[in-house]
T-cell receptor, first 113, second 116 residues
């Protein structure tokens, strides 16, 4: 079965510093991976996806994610964090039947001024 | 896009009562999903529709849960004989199945259910 794991419940970063939110995956076949973000009192929003091609995927709000097949990882990154990036981030994978998205448990990102 | 809307935003009910939630997807989206999210967890898949057809239902979903999408537009999720364990945020999402990017789900703000 397809699954993702987010090993960190919380990540704390100072504004202006680079940030990384970690995700590892377990899939049979080709991985289809995604990041979603949930801001306070707002619905989940799509950030970016990896289907195939370049290992570095660019998404919304200056975020990017690095796909690493040998380490089965898909870490979310941003070169310079903003306080407004504080939110809950979910890594996700497409299930093998291509019918739904399976989400990880989430990582709370807190950016201090 | 007017976005995905869910109603009500909050629902408080007593154990054993029935509740119904409504979701209005983005108008041109033919896929509609229901997820459930509890504190500290990611969204858990419940069921999904393509047009009016319910194509998949989670095996973890109790028979007390039923969903409909009668005309392929809005959807309702009903929980019968609610239990305290049903307390959660119920999320609705929609997408277009005919595009390569169907995985880009658009979520509503959710309905927070509290069962007393």
């Amino acid at each position: 079965a397809q699954s993702v794991a987010q090993p960190e419940d919380q990540v704390n970063v100072a504004e202006g510093n680079p940030l990384t939110v970690k995700c590892t995956y377990s899939v049979s076949g080709n991985p289809y991976l995604f990041w979603y973000v949930q801001y306070p009192n707002r619905g989940l929003q799509f950030l970016l996806k990896y289907i195939t091609g370049d290992n570095l995927v660019k998404g919304s709000y200056g975020f990017e994610a690095e796909f690493n097949k040998s380490q089965t990882s898909f870490h979310l990154k941003k070169p310079s964090a903003l306080v407004s990036d504080s939110a809950l981030y979910f890594c996700a994978v497409r299930d093998s039947s291509a019918s739904k998205i399976i989400f990880g448990s989430g990582t709370r990102l807190s950016i201090r001024p | 896009d007017t976005g995905v809307s869910q109603d009500p935003r909050h629902k408080i009910t007593k154990r054993g009562q029935n509740v119904t939630f409504r979701c209005d997807p983005i108008s041109e989206h033919n896929r509609l999903y229901w997820y459930r999210q509890t504190l500290g967890q990611g969204p858990e898949f419940l069921t999904y529709f393509q047009n009016e057809a319910q194509l998949e239902k989670s095996r973890l979903l109790s028979d007390r849960f039923s969903a409909e999408r009668p005309k392929g537009s809005f959807s309702t999720l009903e929980i019968q004989r609610t239990e305290q364990g049903d307390s959660a945020m119920y999320l609705c999402a929609s997408s277009k199945s005919w595009t390569a990017g169907w995985e880009k789900l658009f979520f509503g703000s959710g309905t927070q259910l509290s069962v007393l």
